[in-house]
């Protein structure tokens, strides 16, 4: 039931469920301006009334929204891996003594990070092309701190039909990338495969 619930944001198209984030944080008439309105300050939430004053409030809000999307697919490959952990490895901790945090950081993370690497770095290209969360949200900040790469390259094709500018934005975010790629995974090892010795 949980894993349904949590899975739940992966099954809803990106654009309608920036549309229900959207209904929660818009800074008229959103659930969280009519509750603050309502109840007044004394509601724990009431910090986000004004949000699209601040930029690092709006930050916040968009991290939300982001995290909430991207979590079903980071929650699958962490449980897939999870479940493939041999316990031998676990009960040879158990009798050397180790701790909860020295099971984790020493036998449970080095096992799991090369299966959960291509997670990130899945989740890490989609993050940074987001293009429908700044796309809706677009009336906060008009001005360019809230463009994506994707966003932009929109705005410079549709808008101002500047394709050349489009075009080398995208082979900058290509470059981005594949060097973004090549560091975190020469960083994390993922290439070396699982050993369980």
Not at 28 to 47: D, H, Q, R
Not at 58 to 65: A, D, F, K, Q, R
């Amino acid at each position: 039931g949980w894993q349904v619930l949590f899975i739940l944001p992966w099954a809803i198209p990106e654009a309608i469920g920036t549309m229900l984030w959207l209904n929660i944080f818009a800074p008229v008439s959103g659930w969280l301006v009519l509750a603050a309105e309502k109840f007044g300050n004394v509601m724990p939430l009431s910090i986000f009334k004004d949000w699209g004053g601040s930029q690092n409030m709006t930050l916040v809000v968009l991290l939300i929204t982001a995290l909430w999307y991207g979590f079903p697919f980071m929650m699958l490959a962490a449980s897939a891996g999870l479940k493939l952990l041999p316990q031998e490895v676990f009960d040879a901790a158990s009798i050397d003594g180790a701790s909860a945090w020295q099971t984790f950081r020493y036998v449970t993370w080095p096992i799991l990070m090369p299966l959960v690497v291509p997670a990130i770095i899945i989740r890490a290209i989609f993050a940074f092309n987001q293009f429908y969360l700044f796309q809706m949200f677009y009336f906060v900040n008009s001005n360019f701190n809230m463009f994506t790469h994707a966003r932009l390259s929109y705005f410079l094709v549709y808008d101002i039909r500047e394709f050349t500018g489009s075009a080398i934005v995208n082979i900058i975010t290509i470059l981005f990338l594949l060097i973004f790629i090549i560091l975190f995974n020469r960083w994390s090892k993922a290439g070396e495969g699982v050993t369980y010795a």
